[in-house]
């Protein structure tokens, strides 16, 4: 089974082919082309991704990206068994391209369409690369999400927790900004924060050891603002020291908030407390390499094995689609030409918004 996956959300055109095992009893997949077109020029002077920008970058792109994806597969569109592209979650400028652009092949090939939530992407990429069982928690962490949800299968996912202001993506770049480490702001951060004293600034960790399993940044956002403001002038250390003491802090928070999620994973599946259970990390933030080192430590103390993506798989790609593609093309899961690009689009549509502080509302059911 070969897959044409088409990646458009944000900013970066990808395209990709993968191949698998037709059975949905076989997890792995074999990634045969994976390109992706990452538009930091057009953006760096911005500070952030303008989405006007984006969508026209991709509608330059796009037919590129898929040719050299076909050849480096060394594939023919006549090969595939079908077109998979992101329909959402994303700025929808560059989502509408993407869609555009798979409907267009599938509808000119005879091929079946799937509508990919860019969200159940990274939720399945490690059942590309490994056998992991449903279910299994997921932490989900990028630039605009930050959830836990509980994957029972391909299409039902049950939310826990997720964050009642900001994504913690959104944190590191805000970080990256105003410590004037350039963009992308989350791999600038943990750069920088090598060289840190991660004890030298105790900042804030909301939600830290209360109930639930909600997120909250934005009070943190603001003690770093505060804390960046006191700084001396070119004093490099006290940027590194801030830096690292922020990636310790979000840190805390992630394996706080994880900790609260393995008992409610294990309570809500009736599992036992020793019974084993897989702690999947995704998304952009999930390429931290600090922050994989505290949830590994978290799960091994747990009971719990930590699984991740290559960090080149955790950012934004069309491999993440393509798989997801071939997990629900397996089950008959197909789309028509008809449906359309969602700007938002959540894994649980039962779970409404986080209320509040108190780590109440995540999960509760209308």
Request: aromatic residues 4%.
């Amino acid at each position: 089974m070969l897959v044409l996956g088409i990646e458009t959300s944000c900013d970066e055109t990808a395209a990709a082919v993968v191949e698998a095992d037709p059975a949905p009893g076989v997890p792995v997949g074999r990634i045969r082309a994976n390109v992706i077109y990452a538009q930091l020029g057009e953006h760096r002077p911005f500070g952030g991704v303008v989405p006007e920008i984006a969508a026209r970058a991709h509608l330059e792109h796009i037919d590129g990206m898929v040719a050299r994806a076909l050849a480096d597969a060394g594939v023919g569109f006549a090969d595939l068994d079908g077109i998979a592209a992101t329909a959402g979650p994303g700025l929808i400028g560059g989502v509408i391209v993407g869609v555009m652009t798979a409907k267009a092949i599938a509808l000119a090939h005879h091929k079946p369409f799937i509508a990919v939530n860019h969200l159940e992407g990274h939720a399945l990429t490690t059942r590309l690369i490994e056998p992991v069982a449903f279910p299994f928690l997921l932490l989900l962490v990028s630039g605009g999400h930050c959830q836990l949800l509980a994957v029972e299968g391909v299409g039902c996912y049950r939310r826990l927790g997720t964050t009642i202001d900001d994504a913690v993506g959104e944190a590191f770049d805000k970080t990256a900004k105003l410590l004037g480490l350039g963009f992308p702001g989350g791999p600038a951060v943990e750069r920088t924060a090598r060289g840190g004293d991660p004890a030298r600034f105790d900042l804030p960790r909301p939600l830290w050891r209360k109930p639930g399993c909600d997120f909250s940044f934005s009070g943190l956002k603001t003690a770093v603002r505060l804390a960046a403001a006191s700084l001396p002038a070119d004093d490099p250390q006290a940027v590194a020291d801030l830096a690292a003491s922020f990636q310790r802090t979000v840190g805390d928070i992630l394996v706080d908030r994880c900790g609260n999620a393995l008992d409610m994973f294990r309570a809500s599946a009736d599992l036992a407390d020793d019974a084993p259970v897989s702690l999947v990390v995704a998304g952009g933030v999930a390429a931290n390499q600090h922050l994989r080192m505290r949830l590994a430590d978290l799960a091994a103390t747990r009971g719990a094995r930590l699984v991740a993506p290559p960090p080149a798989l955790c950012t934004d790609n069309a491999a993440m689609i393509a798989w997801a593609g071939i997990e629900r093309l397996r089950l008959g899961l197909v789309d028509g030409l008809d449906v359309a690009p969602r700007p938002r689009w959540p894994l649980d549509p039962t779970a409404r918004a986080a209320i509040g502080r108190t780590g109440v509302g995540a999960g509760v059911k209308v």
